[in-house]
């Protein structure tokens, strides 16, 4: 059955850094999305993705935050400059007839 | 504001012992209410989507249920492999299908 993929599983990261996380949505789907989990907290919307440009983004997605779909396969989702605030479980979906399918996610730790 | 409250925060259940999950909302203009299963540090796993009032759907021993104000999912028999976090999710307000998620609860079936 296909699945969404995300690399890598556990990332960590100095404060200040530049990070990208990588998903590979489901093929034949065509919405993407991201999403972030603070740990003990409820999944967040950050981003949506559709015909290669962002229809929707949330508060949190600010000007630190950007995604892209550089090729047929992949999308990313990059922090300029990460904040110890930014620590999180960020998880990539991709959406077929108003259906999300989530990734097993990126585990963020900025340090 | 949309609201997504789900009730218990936790629930523990002995095997075999049946019982209902909680999910209201308030939102305008209900597009769909999505349960998801989310295991410890993985990504939500998509079980339901229900459109409209009465509307039910059924899964091994899950059955989600809809009324115009809350959903319950309900467990019968349960078994250990059911413990997880069982999330519940609305379309935000004058967006596409971005979720807006509660927080979820924590199921414990003991054997």
């Known amino acids: 059955e296909p699945e969404v993929t995300q690399t890598p599983s556990h990332q960590v990261t100095q404060m200040g850094q530049e990070v990208i996380l990588r998903c590979v949505p489901i093929s034949n789907h065509l919405y993407f999305y991201w999403y972030r989990q603070i740990l003990g907290q409820k999944v967040e919307f950050l981003v949506s993705?559709?015909?290669?440009?962002?229809?929707?983004k949330s508060e949190i997605f600010d000007d630190q935050f950007s995604v892209e779909r550089p090729d047929g396969s992949n999308f990313t989702l990059k922090i300029r400059s990460t904040k110890l605030e930014d620590s999180a479980m960020y998880f990539c979906a991709s959406e077929l007839r108003n259906e999300q399918y989530f990734g097993p996610g990126t585990r963020l730790t900025v340090t | 504001e949309d609201q997504v409250t789900q009730s218990p925060e936790a629930l523990r259940l002995q095997e075999g012992e049946s019982s209902s999950l909680n999910c209201s909302y308030t939102v305008s203009g209900l597009r769909g209410l999505f349960w998801y299963r989310q295991d410890p540090g993985k990504g939500p796993e998509f079980l339901f989507t229900?459109?409209?009032a009465g509307e039910e759907k059924e899964k091994e021993r899950l059955k989600a249920t809809l009324t115009k104000k809350e959903s319950f999912l309900h467990i019968t028999a349960p078994k250990p492999e059911d413990s997880a976090t069982y999330l519940c999710?609305?379309?935000?307000?004058?967006?596409?299908?971005?979720?807006?998620f509660g927080k979820g609860t924590s199921l414990l079936v003991t054997p």
């Open positions: 229900l459109y409209s």
């Open positions: 993705f559709y015909n290669n440009e962002i229809s929707e």
């Open positions: 999710a609305v379309p935000r307000t004058n967006s596409g299908y971005a979720l807006n």
